[in-house]
C-alpha cells in the first residue's frame, strides 16, 4: 500500500489555489509518498485543462518523484448527475466525461465520482431513491464506455449523499455493468457516519474496491447527539481490523488521507498517524 495524501488537505481545502508544484513539495516534506489531485470546473487543474496542460504537469509530477495515478472529483455536489433537473444532469456528465479525458492526459489511472444524491447536508435537493438509481445507471452507461477507451477506472465514492448504504446493493450495482472499469472509491471514514463496520466493506466488496481513502470520525452516542471527524486514530475507526481486512483482499495501491479542514499541523500529524497505523515507515 502507499502512503497519500490529497490535494484538498492543503491550506484552504476545497478552495485551493496553490501550485501543484507547491503541494507535490508539500507531499514530500511531510513524508507521504502520494498525491491525489481534485478536479472541478475552476480553480487549478479544470476540466478544460487542455492535454498540453496536462503533460507539462505531468512532468512536473514525474521530476518530484511523486506518485500520482488518482484524480477525485466532487463536481456531483453542485451539479449532480442524479438532479431532477434534466439540464443539470447532461451537465454533470458531460464534466465527468471531461474530467476523465484529464484524468488520462494526465496519465492517472482512476477518477473518484461522486454517485449523485438522494439527501444529503451537502446539498439542499431532495431525490427519490428510485429515479436517482434510474438516472446514476444511465449516466453511468454514458461514462463507462470512455473510460475503457482511456482505461481509467471510474471509481463511486460512499459518501453522505443518502445513496447506496449497504455494501451488498453497492457490489451487485457495480457487478451489473460487467465492465472492470467500474469500481468503488472506499472512504473508510465514511462509513462510521452511517453506522457501518469498515472490514465488512471491504470483505464484501473485495476486488471491487479500486482505491481507498481514510479520515477518521468520532460519534457521541449520548443525549448531544455530537459527532464529527477527527484525527486519524482518535476516533472509532477499527483500524487494526480495517488495514487486515484490506491486507487480505490483497489491496496493494494508495491510502489517501483526507483531513479537512487544514490547520498548520495537520499533515504532520496525518503523516505521523498513517506511519503508526499501516507501518509506512518500515514496510510497503
Known sequence: MIKGISYLSFENGLANTQSIESALAQTKT??????????STEGVLKTSTTKAECEIIRQKIDDSGIFVDSLASGMSWGISPTSEDEATRNKSISLHK????????LGCKALLFVPGVVKSPISSEIVRYDKALDRIRDAINQLLPIAEDLDVDLCMENVWNGFFYSPIELRDFVDSFESNKLGVYLDVGNLIGY??????????LNSRIKRVQIKDFQENFDWTGSFSFCDIGTGDVPWKETIEALKSINYQN??????????????????????????????S
Open 195 to 204: 453506522q457501518q463496520y469498515p472490514p465488512h466493506w471491504i470483505e464484501l
Open 30 to 39: 511531510y513524508g507521504f509518498d502520494a498525491l491525489e489531485l481534485a478536479i
Open 98 to 105: 471531461d474530467a476523465l479525458q484529464v484524468a488520462s492526459n
Open 254 to 283: 494508495t491510502i489517501i488521507a483526507e483531513m479537512l479542514p487544514w490547520d498548520e499541523t495537520i499533515l504532520s500529524r496525518t503523516s505521523a498517524a498513517m506511519d503508526q497505523l499501516f507501518d509506512f515507515n518500515t514496510s
